[in-house]
């Protein structure tokens, strides 16, 4: 029974507004607008809808006595509440916004009954009453009406799309019996017996194609996606958790078909911690098996942005976590919400002892339609994972939308069975009463396809063994990219730089505490450094990374971030200063103890304050065999070129006076490199690569480029897809000048302005580095606008090259096919590189993560996201200073040749100096050699028993590779684990080293004791 056209409607609060005695004569009555809603102006408005129901004597014939009565509600509102009879019932908000609530258990004719709903309308949206009506069920024990009308649909349907020939010869005439059964002339003389028996011969005529129908099953799994913040604050997320979990365990007590899963280790750590009955009950549940716990990570982080390692660390601490309070070994990954999902994934899992993965977010993509449900996901490794794409969240327990998604599923995969998760989600909730009543509506139908429970992991065992040698599902060796949301990759610029530094402190501080705690016996700060990977695996959500939550979230993120950055720090800084402390500086000048930490040896620069007696003097660095190298000042900074700095070690350098001025540099141009600059514009005119003999270049470079990007309901998510077709004005240059001409380096400030915004770029040339850096600081003013620096190529390419974690992925520059299309904004971490058969050049950035290529008629354009302008949900996202590098890469060959991986590293990872007073010492130069580039070192850190040493390295070319470990300590065994360090098996150890092979893009970990 339709209601929408006869509610009262009142837009402003008002008290007692759903009370029975509250006059609402004065209201007009809300008129729908041409799709049937009930609209009112965003921004948080507040707007009641009364209206009287009365119980008439029938229903279009059917007797109303002792039917039962639900209102059905659907919304778009931040806030709303359902009162029946003056009685509150029930809450609700934009996520929990389909509502089916009970108005009366039997109803009796004449009856009135007040039904008011207040709403309030999103803060960024126009609030909507898309649906409203009452729901109504046969009394107890007599032939529903509505759940024959779904059993006749079913069966059609499925009669049409899934049975053979000969079954739709055999049933359809069933069907047409059972529909001619029904007495419709009875219904309209309100004939209640006689229409009654007409249900249930029509019920009789249809139970023979149960055959078809009851072949098949839909077995459901309670679930509420909870998101760890987003358009809410942690402590609100705390109290959805509380009330949600409540909520299930409540439910189960009266209704044995609900089992219910549950991913996220960072909720169960709170129960424990902040109540701890609650958390026991929940051990309980799970004991009985039925609350299922999934996932295996520590939160459902975004699965773009965050580099390898601390995916790793996701599934360490999440299912040590589960493992621990639980006794839970996780075997079921479980992500639906992320915003794509990295190639690497598959192998990260399999070797975290992941065999299932669960999603469904690609349902959402603009362009293609993902071609399946079912599929071996296989990582770039060859690692497999059996993947299922499941229903969207959020979904009700339905019995026509059920089988319809059950038929499509069978039509993909050719399995009669479908697993279906249910419950509300997003801001918590839940299975509901009703959802569950439903189901047991549905289990009691004979027609319907059987009704069962299930757990995530029972239905993939299921799966798995109907394909056990992984040939009757498709494959899938790439990416799950997801055609949307592709803003997410740019916006709220802050956090991203934020956790790419936390990535690079983290790695160096358990490298730099490792090695001074095997070499000194310092104690290793295990505690302290799970903290702060705890705070960064946390903000690494993927409501909270991605930049689309509300500005309260930033507020807490960026404490979170300020404190791990300065705990991360200290740690590094003194694991750094003891180790320096025992190098050996004895010679002539101020020592200065260079560090690395990568494991591969590196010619790099070194920034280091002045020291206050060497201000203004004209110096050198001179290393241990006398060479000596130029010193550059600059402000309050003194700048050298240190070469040779051991892999995971250190190298001594003193400065001392110099005898003679070094030679400047002159312009921008050194042994690699001679780049001019547009005087008109401040773009590069030229980038001219001296190894290859080859212009990089063929139109301006790092052009600036602004787009106005506006219009899409999913602000912060969203880049408009149409950008390129709104380009706005160019910049305008305000200065360019040489500030720096020197012997270290040479630096081009070029300043720019576009509309209330400022760009300041240093072009930076170092005379001995192969690329050009462009260092920016920004004062980004602008809403609704996007910025890209833009870099048209030479190089002709039908490939680029993008780095993912722990591998690279190569990519489409041709637009020649929907899915190609659809790839118009990528995501990569540290670079990305386009090369032809004779050179190329990678684009490398210390904190961006948006990226295009796109072969032209004369070339390839690679373009760098920058910053973007979103006002929903944080209406100041990205407003303010910005401070960020990036650097252009000219090289012979391809990104193997050049090394490219090594010097995204290098870029991210500057050197370390530590100006010490003269004093011997016995420190080793390297603490951990690696004979091969090609193999990375992700990780040195204690086990997390605390029994022996861990190192996580990763081969980085898609090549095989070999590799010899040595450390400074002799080794006494190397045992190869899992990435939550079970043991595998040992590995030869000869005169202190192992031999190490790694498979393309294989992670290995491995256990070393001495």
């Known amino acids: 029974m339709p209601l929408i056209a006869g509610w009262k409607s009142h837009q402003g609060d008002l008290p007692d507004a759903a009370s029975p005695a509250f006059d609402d004569s004065a209201w007009p009555v809300a008129k729908p607008d041409a799709k049937g809603n009930i609209g009112w102006p965003k921004g948080r408005r507040v707007l009641w809808l009364r209206q009287w129901v009365t119980i008439p004597r029938d229903w279009q014939g059917y007797a109303s006595a002792g039917t039962r009565v639900h209102l059905n509600l659907i919304w778009w509102a931040e806030k709303a509440e359902i009162y029946v009879g003056g009685r509150f019932v029930q809450a609700g908000d934009l996520y929990d916004a389909v509502q089916r609530v009970p108005v009366t258990a039997a109803a009796r004719p004449g009856e009135r009954v007040l039904i008011a709903v207040k709403l309030t309308s999103p803060g960024h949206d126009s609030g909507a009453l898309s649906q409203s009506r009452l729901d109504i069920d046969a009394p107890a024990g007599r032939t529903d009406p509505g759940l024959l009308a779904d059993e006749l649909e079913v069966v059609d349907s499925y009669l049409k799309e899934i049975a053979t020939p000969t079954e739709r010869r055999q049933w359809r005439p069933a069907l047409d019996r059972a529909l001619a059964a029904l007495d419709w002339r009875a219904l309209s003389r309100r004939d209640q017996a006689r229409f009654e028996a007409s249900l249930t011969r029509s019920r009789e005529r249809l139970v023979p194609t149960a055959q078809l129908t009851r072949a098949r099953t839909i077995a459901l799994l309670g679930h509420s996606h909870i998101d760890m913040a987003w358009l809410w604050t942690v402590p609100e997320t705390k109290e959805v958790i509380e009330r949600t979990f409540r909520s299930a365990l409540g439910l189960m007590e009266d209704h044995p078909r609900l089992d219910f899963a549950q991913s996220t280790a960072q909720s169960y750590q709170w129960l424990e911690r902040e109540r701890p009955q609650l958390f026991d009950a929940i051990r309980q549940r799970v004991n009985d098996g039925r609350w299922e716990l999934v996932g295996g990570m520590w939160v459902e982080p975004d699965l773009n942005l965050p580099d390898g390692e601390s995916l790793v660390r996701q599934v360490l601490y999440g299912k040590q976590y589960f493992q621990s309070r639980f006794g839970r070994d996780i075997r079921v990954g479980w992500n639906p919400d992320s915003f794509g999902y990295t190639w690497q994934l598959p192998q990260i899992?399999?070797?975290?002892?992941?065999?299932?993965?669960?999603?469904?977010?690609?349902?959402?993509?603009?362009?293609?339609?993902?071609?399946?449900?079912?599929?071996?996901?296989?990582?770039?490794?060859?690692?497999?994972?059996?993947?299922?794409?499941?229903?969207?969240?959020?979904?009700?327990?339905?019995?026509?939308?059920?089988?319809?998604?059950?038929?499509?599923?069978?039509?993909?995969?050719?399995?009669?069975?479908?697993?279906?998760?249910?419950?509300?989600?997003?801001?918590?909730?839940?299975?509901?009463?009703?959802?569950?009543?439903?189901?047991?509506?549905?289990?009691?139908?004979?027609?319907?396809?059987?009704?069962?429970?299930?757990?995530?992991?029972?239905?993939?065992?299921?799966?798995?063994?109907?394909?056990?040698?992984?040939?009757?599902?498709?494959?899938?060796?790439?990416?799950?990219?997801?055609?949307?949301?592709?803003?997410?990759?740019?916006?709220?610029?802050?956090?991203?730089?934020?956790?790419?530094?936390?990535?690079?402190?983290?790695?160096?501080?358990?490298?730099?505490?490792?090695?001074?705690?095997?070499?000194?016996?310092?104690?290793?700060?295990?505690?302290?450094?799970?903290?702060?990977?705890?705070?960064?695996?946390?903000?690494?959500?993927?409501?909270?990374?991605?930049?689309?939550?509300?500005?309260?979230?930033?507020?807490?993120?960026?404490?979170?971030?300020?404190?791990?950055?300065?705990?991360?720090?200290?740690?590094?800084?003194?694991?750094?200063?003891?180790?320096?402390?025992?190098?050996?500086?004895?010679?002539?000048?101020?020592?200065?103890?260079?560090?690395?930490?990568?494991?591969?040896?590196?010619?790099?620069?070194?920034?280091?304050?002045?020291?206050?007696?060497?201000?203004?003097?004209?110096?050198?660095?001179?290393?241990?065999?006398?060479?000596?190298?130029?010193?550059?000042?600059?402000?309050?900074?003194?700048?050298?070129?240190?070469?040779?700095?051991?892999?995971?070690?250190?190298?001594?350098?003193?400065?001392?006076?110099?005898?003679?001025?070094?030679?400047?540099?002159?312009?921008?141009?050194?042994?690699?490199?001679?780049?001019?600059?547009?005087?008109?514009?401040?773009?590069?005119?030229?980038?001219?690569?001296?190894?290859?003999?080859?212009?990089?270049?063929?139109?301006?470079?790092?052009?600036?480029?602004?787009?106005?990007?506006?219009?899409?309901?999913?602000?912060?998510?969203?880049?408009?897809?149409?950008?390129?077709?709104?380009?706005?004005?160019?910049?305008?240059?305000?200065?360019?000048?040489?500030?720096?001409?020197?012997?270290?380096?040479?630096?081009?400030?070029?300043?720019?302005?576009?509309?209330?915004?400022?760009?300041?770029?240093?072009?930076?040339?170092?005379?001995?580095?192969?690329?050009?850096?462009?260092?920016?600081?920004?004062?980004?003013?602008?809403?609704?606008?996007?910025?890209?620096?833009?870099?048209?190529?030479?190089?002709?390419?039908?490939?680029?090259?993008?780095?993912?974690?722990?591998?690279?992925?190569?990519?489409?520059?041709?637009?020649?096919?929907?899915?190609?299309?659809?790839?118009?904004?990528?995501?990569?971490?540290?670079?990305?590189?386009?090369?032809?058969?004779?050179?190329?050049?990678?684009?490398?950035?210390?904190?961006?993560?948006?990226h295009d290529a796109r072969r032209t008629d004369t070339g390839t354009l690679l373009r760098l996201s920058l910053l973007r302008g979103p006002e929903w949900p944080d209406p100041k996202a990205d407003l303010g200073e910005h401070s960020f590098r990036y650097a252009l890469y000219p090289h012979p060959g391809d990104w193997r040749e050049a090394a490219t991986v090594r010097a995204g590293l290098e870029f991210n990872t500057p050197l370390h100096a530590l100006p010490q007073t003269i004093h011997p010492g016995t420190l080793p130069e390297s603490f951990l050699q690696l004979d091969n580039p090609q193999v990375v070192v992700a990780a040195w850190k204690q086990v997390e028993d605390g029994k022996g040493w861990l190192l996580r390295l990763y081969e980085s070319q898609g090549q095989p590779a070999a590799a010899r470990l040595r450390l400074a300590i002799p080794v006494r065994s190397v045992v190869k684990t899992d990435l939550l360090e079970r043991p595998i098996a040992a590995l030869a150890v000869q005169d202190g080293q192992a031999s190490l092979q790694l498979g393309p893009y294989e992670i290995q970990t491995v256990r070393v004791q001495f």
């Open 349 to 850: 899992y399999k070797k975290s002892g992941i065999d299932y993965f669960l999603t469904t977010k690609l349902d959402w993509n603009d362009t293609t339609k993902f071609p399946h449900r079912i599929f071996w996901w296989q990582g770039p490794d060859g690692s497999k994972i059996l993947t299922y794409f499941s229903n969207l969240l959020g979904a009700q327990i339905e019995a026509v939308p059920m089988a319809e998604k059950a038929r499509a599923y069978e039509k993909n995969t050719g399995l009669p069975k479908l697993m279906w998760i249910y419950g509300v989600g997003d801001h918590g909730g839940g299975p509901t009463r009703d959802m569950l009543d439903q189901a047991e509506r549905l289990a009691s139908s004979p027609v319907y396809p059987k009704i069962e429970k299930t757990t995530a992991l029972a239905y993939f065992e299921q799966l798995a063994a109907a394909d056990p040698k992984a040939r009757r599902f498709p494959t899938w060796n790439s990416e799950l990219y997801l055609e949307f949301h592709r803003g997410t990759f740019t916006t709220h610029a802050g956090q991203k730089q934020k956790n790419r530094r936390m990535e690079v402190t983290l790695a160096e501080a358990e490298k730099f505490s490792a090695a001074s705690t095997v070499l000194q016996s310092t104690a290793y700060p295990a505690a302290e450094l799970e903290v702060i990977w705890k705070k960064v695996l946390f903000n690494q959500f993927h409501d909270i990374l991605p930049g689309s939550a509300i500005p309260a979230v930033y507020e807490q993120a960026d404490r979170e971030w300020r404190e791990a950055q300065a705990a991360g720090e200290d740690l590094r800084t003194g694991a750094l200063r003891a180790l320096a402390a025992q190098a050996d500086t004895q010679g002539a000048g101020l020592p200065v103890v260079v560090f690395n930490s990568l494991a591969t040896p590196r010619d790099a620069p070194v920034a280091l304050p002045a020291p206050g007696n060497l201000r203004g003097a004209r110096l050198v660095a001179v290393d241990r065999t006398g060479k000596d190298v130029p010193v550059q000042a600059a402000g309050d900074w003194l700048h050298f070129w240190a070469a040779g700095v051991p892999g995971i070690g250190h190298k001594v350098f003193w400065l001392r006076p110099a005898d003679a001025p070094a030679p400047a540099t002159t312009g921008l141009e050194n042994a690699y490199l001679r780049v001019e600059v547009d005087p008109r514009t401040g773009d590069l005119a030229s980038i001219f690569d001296k190894r290859t003999g080859r212009e990089t270049l063929n139109g301006p470079g790092n052009r600036l480029q602004f787009f106005k990007d506006e219009g899409q309901y999913w602000d912060a998510w969203n880049i408009d897809p149409d950008y390129e077709k709104h380009p706005l004005e160019a910049p305008t240059l305000v200065s360019l000048q040489t500030v720096e001409q020197g012997p270290v380096r040479a630096v081009v400030r070029v300043v720019r302005r576009f509309r209330q915004s400022t760009f300041e770029q240093d072009l930076i040339l170092y005379r001995d580095a192969p690329h050009l850096e462009i260092a920016n600081r920004v004062d980004w003013q602008e809403r609704h606008v996007f910025v890209k620096a833009a870099f048209p190529l030479a190089v002709r390419s039908e490939q680029a090259t993008y780095e993912i974690p722990f591998a690279t992925i190569e990519r489409s520059t041709l637009r020649d096919t929907p899915a190609r299309k659809a790839q118009w904004e990528v995501p990569a971490l540290r670079w990305a590189d386009v090369a032809d058969a004779r050179s190329g050049v990678s684009l490398m950035n210390d904190s961006k993560y948006g």
